[in-house]
């Protein structure tokens, strides 16, 4: 095995959270020019998911970095592109598996070739395919343009979620291999096409071996990282830490010791640097160590599908702060509530609401705080919420620290006016 660098720069734990927070967009001022297409080409990827809350995750994402941009703006920026003279319209984005499903950027489309010739190797599936279904998917888009599963011929054959139609199964297994793209969603159904159709021709090749593809992801996701281990580079695209080991020394990235970042040692603690404080095994973007981070902090709720704090190990470690989802938990073990959002303020995570909305009313249904001190922030943070999603009011119903509810409440009673 060949053996990797030492690590040269020591960061201290305060250091590594901010320069992370910088990667992630949440310390300095915001690039609003760049606006939700530079958020995404950014993070590199935006995770998607069905719950619906105050906003879808995919949404809830930009807000947080950008403040209370337009829904309909988020929309339109993943999905549509304005064409130049004479030219169809170019696709700005194209979802596909990474961390899960993911809007990723569409120039990153050749550096997922690694990823869809797996797809194509793979020998069992969770569905069966129906004899001829797959190609009757493709005959049917190539005669009528792009389509979603409905248009396709259905996507499910009872109401289960997972129960799905023979069509469904076929057009999810081309869009796997990359026969089939999503450059588009109607509401929240996929719109297939036809990659050959859908993504720039000077994009659409599989000529990456699969080296320099998973080079270039490891790059990319130091890079939104701004500083992780090997594992918090790994789980940002979902790839297996051999194939982590095997490009990192050569992805540009370059390795650091973090305090408290130590991985145990025979039951021992993490390793010590010379000066005695623990060493950890991470790496960071380069760039990211050339000047401090400096800036304003965002205070803002964060979807749980942040990738601030997608991988939980990397959480607890960076902000020393446990959250675990809880919507697919039965409601009598919820701990915080069914989509609790951590409040992030001054470069912390400072509580959790989960939230709701009836008519112009958002509610708090429950709210953790960590300590009176988190108050003004956990208020600023909802009422900025409210007012993104069309709210004109805030209901608290519980805090986990009842004699906190009422100073809450008369803070969000000022803020709202």
Known sequence: MTSLPRPTTELSADEARRIALRAQGFLGAPDRRAGVRGVLRHLGAVQLDTISVLARSHELIPYARLGAVGRRTVEQAYWTSAPAADTPPAPHAFEYWSHAACILPVEEWPHFAFRRRAYRARPHWNHDLPDGAYDQVVKQLRAEGPLTATDLGGAKKTSEWWDWSGTKVAVERALMYGEVVCVERRGWKRVYDLAERAVPKQLLHDELDDTECLRRLVRLAGQSLGVGTRADIADYHRLKLEQVDA???????????????????????????????????????????????????????????????????????????????????PKPKRIHGYFAMPVLAGGRLVGRVDPAREGRTLVARQVTLDGPKALPAVAQALAEAASWVGCTDVRVERVDAPALREPLVAELARILG
């Open 247 to 329: 490009v990192i020394a050569d992805s540009g990235l370059i390795p650091v010791a973090v305090e408290g970042w130590g991985r145990p040692a025979a039951g021992k603690g993490g390793a010590k640097s010379p000066g005695g404080r623990p060493t950890g095994d991470a790496w960071a973007d380069p760039v990211a160590l050339e000047t401090a981070p400096r800036g304003r902090h965002r205070t803002t709720l964060l979807s749980p599908f942040d990738s601030l704090i997608w991988e939980r190990a990397r959480t607890e470690r960076i902000f020393e702060f446990t959250h675990r989802l809880e919507a697919y938990t």
